[in-house]
């Protein structure tokens, strides 16, 4: 940020009176501007045995695979932000869904919310995100064309969680899982 | 935002291209600037039988009291967020804390992540956002003076679930509770 956004004049990184952290500070209206972390919200989706992904066909990550998932918008909920992904990027409705895996994304200001669910008859499709859509049993997930590594905690975690059949909520932050399948490694700075 | 924070010139309100929604897109640099909602996270701190609440020194509803929670800042994990409000609002340590209740309130562009936890040792302050800092028994809650619809939720269902000792981990939109308590009403709009 480098001007004000509600005058246009140029703003200034400081600490306001008050505050323990720099904010940027208009320097005529005196607005504080605060930045925080976005939501991002998505769904797992299941058919039977199977998981429903998605090929990228946008960066970042285009052509690895990820679960329909975007920012949550002003105005709705999680879920509904969930559902509205499922069906933009898969062409998917969701049945029988429900809250599962929150992860912290700390250094890149990220926070993610995602439900699980059911996939409604056997409709989906490849939305415009998409360059394929398509359902896996487990030991053909592309584990390492995965876009991200909360997919593959998530998918990693999902498929443990159903041998118990039991499916707790669960906050975590991401890593040693994707790491441990793509030998990359991007420690929290 | 009436101005581009990167460049300073007017923005305009439309919709992109290949976007479904209204954004604000500078009229010089054609940066599309994204306005999402925003987590605040909070924890309910419980010492015994009895939970720790703090009186309201800032608005909005001050006066009123509530649980330590604010805004994710940037850079921090949801839960380092719940136990640093806790430290400023009062002054208070949190030990065995878990995710325990997430709440949309979509027509403010809100999301609310609790955590819940126990008092370290038995002490706590009244930091410069509260006037008063207090445990209460359930039975001393003052229902009618709470500061929020999420809070009066929360307590409501804290103390429910305390009589199983099972906390699970839900995501609701609050306001039933809290209209019961307090005569009021405001429906999503």
């Not at 998932?69 to 499922?86: C, D, I």
């Not at 859509?133 to 997919?151: G, H, Q, R």
Request: with cysteine; aromatic share 10%; charged share 25%.
């Amino acid at each position: 940020m480098k001007y004000c956004s509600e005058c246009g004049k140029a703003v200034e990184h400081k600490i306001p009176e008050g505050d323990d952290r720099l904010r940027h500070i208009c320097t005529r209206c005196n607005i504080i501007h605060y930045h925080n972390p976005r939501v991002i919200v998505g769904c797992l989706i299941s058919q039977g045995e199977q998981v429903l992904l998605c090929r990228r066909a946008i960066e970042p990550r285009k052509n690895y695979w990820t679960i329909p998932a975007g920012f949550l918008e002003n105005g709705e909920t999680m879920l509904h932000g969930a559902l509205r992904e499922s069906q933009e990027e898969a062409c998917a409705e969701v049945d029988n869904e429900s809250l599962y895996r929150l992860f912290d994304i700390p250094y890149i200001n990220q926070v993610y919310v995602f439900y699980r669910g059911e996939l409604r008859g056997n409709h989906y499709g490849i939305g415009p995100e998409s360059l394929e859509v398509k359902l896996f049993d487990e030991k053909d997930i592309p584990w390492s064309e995965l876009a991200f590594p909360v997919v593959t905690d998530l998918l990693t975690e999902y498929f443990q969680d159903r041998k118990s059949g039991n499916f707790p909520v669960r906050v975590e932050q991401p890593g040693p899982l994707w790491a441990e399948h793509t030998g990359w490694s991007n420690k929290p700075r």
